[in-house]
């Protein structure tokens, strides 16, 4: 079993900076993929960015490619997102999610999802 906490998210401007952070617990933890979700209000919740267990393969949605990065430190058991130049579309719900495989975190067939954290961006 795997928990999973986010923080982080807030109200920022247009084109400011967050870095969310998701902490993860339970012991099988251990060689699991992570990534991010987010569901924006009224849409469909999609996959943001991803990351393997030893960092060597990542993903991101094109939306957010040159402006968000993902990181983990497998000491500290958490994943990070770090969103510059955020857009009022960035708005949304954001979930941290892990998974057995990196293929399936990315897909959303994962198996563990945090509770999530809003972000607001004002125009």
């Known amino acids: 079993q795997v928990q999973l906490v986010e923080s982080g998210g807030g109200l920022v401007q247009t084109g400011g900076s967050l870095r969310l952070s998701c902490a993860a617990s339970g012991r099988t933890f251990s060689g699991a993929a992570m990534g991010w979700f987010r569901q924006g209000p009224g849409k469909e919740r999609e996959s943001v960015a991803a990351i393997s267990w030893g960092g060597g393969r990542t993903y991101y949605a094109d939306s957010v490619k040159g402006r968000f990065t993902i990181s983990r430190d497998n000491g500290k058991n958490t994943v990070y997102l770090q969103m510059n130049s955020l857009k009022a579309e960035d708005t949304a719900v954001y979930y941290c999610?892990?998974?057995?495989?990196?293929?399936?975190?990315?897909?959303?067939?994962?198996?563990?999802w945090g509770q999530g954290t809003q972000v607001t961006v004002s125009s």
């Open positions: 999610a892990a998974g057995a495989t990196f293929n399936a975190v990315v897909a959303g067939t994962n198996d563990y």
